[in-house]
């Protein structure tokens, strides 16, 4: 019986990469002198500082850019709420979304389940989800449907066995 798995991950090297990149970036630009801005890669968050709110958008939007040319999904990036930190300075910090959680595992069983194709079931399993058919032709379907919905999340199909 044919079956593929679904995961949501995310390359921590190309992460880093943009991280540093944006860093030196952000060094070298004329717009950022005189802001003391900062980007720094935690454990499993991204974290941001400037002097203001529109020169921490300007900082986001290098970091995203970054992030695209090194083919990593803006979906892994959870943002959380700009805060002010001492000296009327912002900061923010995006969350680095790694697997698929329970709740997100419910919504994929139940979109796949709502397809009504015959002969595929879905389960999952810890952080991602194994889907089986009968015939490979309904699991590319299935590929092609999921890729079509937006889940917010990066969503990677692996592991294609007959």
């Known amino acids: 019986m044919p079956t593929f798995d679904i995961t949501s991950e995310v390359d921590m090297q190309e992460v880093r990469n943009a991280v540093d990149q944006a860093s030196r970036e952000i060094v070298n630009r004329f717009d950022f002198k005189g802001t003391d801005s900062s ?5 499993d968050a991204i974290a941001m500082e400037s002097a203001s709110e529109d020169r921490l958008a300007a900082l986001r939007q290098v970091l995203e850019e970054k992030m695209v040319r090194r083919n990593v999904s803006l979906k892994a990036l959870d943002y959380g709420d700009v805060t002010e930190a001492s000296g ?23 979109f796949i389940k709502a397809l009504g194709i015959k002969g595929v079931s879905s389960s999952t399993q810890g952080e991602q989800l194994r889907v089986q058919g009968k015939k490979r032709d309904t699991l590319q ?4 449907a999921l890729k079509g919905e937006d889940f917010e999340i990066p969503l990677q199909f692996g592991n294609f066995r007959d």
């Open 88 to 110: 009327g300075r912002a900061r923010q910090s995006a969350a680095l979304s790694v697997g698929i959680s329970s709740d997100k595992s419910k919504e994929l069983n139940k």
């Open 39 to 43: 980007i720094e890669l935690g454990e």
């Open 141 to 144: 379907e299935v590929i092609a």
